[in-house]
């Protein structure tokens, strides 16, 4: 996937997932869903984030194993999910979870809330990269490639699905908006 599909995907899938879960993310979730869901790309100089972050992507493309090397693989993935597990559970434990709207009010539940929407986008990018023929490496350094999709990065298929999932996020929550003034 292109730049503007993984946005478009990552949020439109955090925005149908909240929206089952009785959830309206705040804008600092959806900042961080929108990083996070470009945040793998940092690999890559041309990229959308690539070009903000060009240090850093000139350092994974050239010198850490390229585009779709370390920043698409388990070996980053594990334990971002490890931490976003513990962070779920130290939450749960204390708070209970999405138990109120104080959660978004603190500034506990806002770095919560953004972490896991992190997370998610950043997930989402690896699903997208798995829709193509492209693939991933995600068990990197190790050249064994999982390529499920006869999909290329540019497939016009490929954009309007990703445009349709945040078209439906987008209505999911209007609708759960509009519901709660009935």
Request: aromatic share 14%; no cysteine.
């Amino acid at each position: 996937m292109m730049g503007n599909a993984h946005l478009a995907f990552g949020t439109g899938s955090f925005l149908i997932a909240t929206s089952l879960a009785g959830h309206t993310p705040g804008i600092i979730e959806l900042a961080a869903v929108a990083l996070g869901s470009l945040i793998p790309d940092a690999d890559h100089p041309r990229s959308k984030i690539g070009r903000w972050l060009p240090g850093i992507s000139h350092f994974f493309y050239y010198i850490a194993g390229g585009h779709r090397g370390v920043t698409h693989s388990a070996l980053l993935v594990i334990p971002m999910l490890i931490f976003a597990g513990w962070l779920m559970q130290e939450h749960n434990s204390q708070l209970g979870w999405f138990s109120s709207g104080a959660l978004q009010d603190s500034i506990y539940g806002v770095g919560y809330l953004a972490v896991l929407a992190f997370s998610f986008g950043f997930l989402s990018h690896l699903l997208g990269d798995l829709m193509t023929t492209e693939g991933l490496r995600l068990f990197w350094p190790l050249s064994l490639r999982f390529q499920p999709s006869p999909l290329r990065s540019e497939s016009a298929l490929l954009n309007l699905f990703a445009w349709s999932i945040l078209l439906t996020g987008i209505t999911l929550q209007f609708h759960n908006f509009t519901s709660s003034f009935a």
